[in-house]
């Protein structure tokens, strides 16, 4: 079973910066896209940001230019570095393939609030 841990969440105002971290406990369930999901209250799960074993990139709209998303493969761990953020970027934030399969973690909260 894989497990995944999602960190680096909290509160920051408007305009702040959190960069976000997720350990995958094995490494041949790293050796995929993986991607960055998000889920705000009363909405559904989204997918903001992929990037592949060889460090490709792609983003939602909505984030371009304000996240970026990175892996370290000896790690077997994601990052999401987030800069700019507005109160619409608050929701619970995962790690998962892309696309997903059925181990999610526990998530991270980010809350965008002055």
């Known amino acids: 079973q894989v497990q995944r841990v999602e960190s680096g969440g909290g509160l920051v105002q408007p305009g702040g910066s959190l960069r976000l971290s997720c350990a995958t406990s094995?490494?041949?369930?790293?050796?995929?896209?993986m991607g960055w999901y998000r889920q705000a209250p009363g909405k559904q799960r989204e997918l903001v940001a992929t990037i592949t074993w060889g460090s490709s990139t792609n983003y939602a709209d909505s984030v371009k230019g304000r996240f970026t998303i990175s892996r370290d493969n000896a790690k077997n761990t994601v990052y999401l570095q987030m800069n700019s953020l507005k109160p619409e970027d608050t929701a619970v934030y995962y790690c998962?393939?892309?696309?997903?399969?059925?181990?999610w973690g526990q998530g991270t909260q980010v809350t965008v609030s002055s």
């Open positions: 998962n393939k892309s696309p997903p399969d059925d181990y």
């Open positions: 094995r490494s041949r369930s790293f050796m995929y896209v």
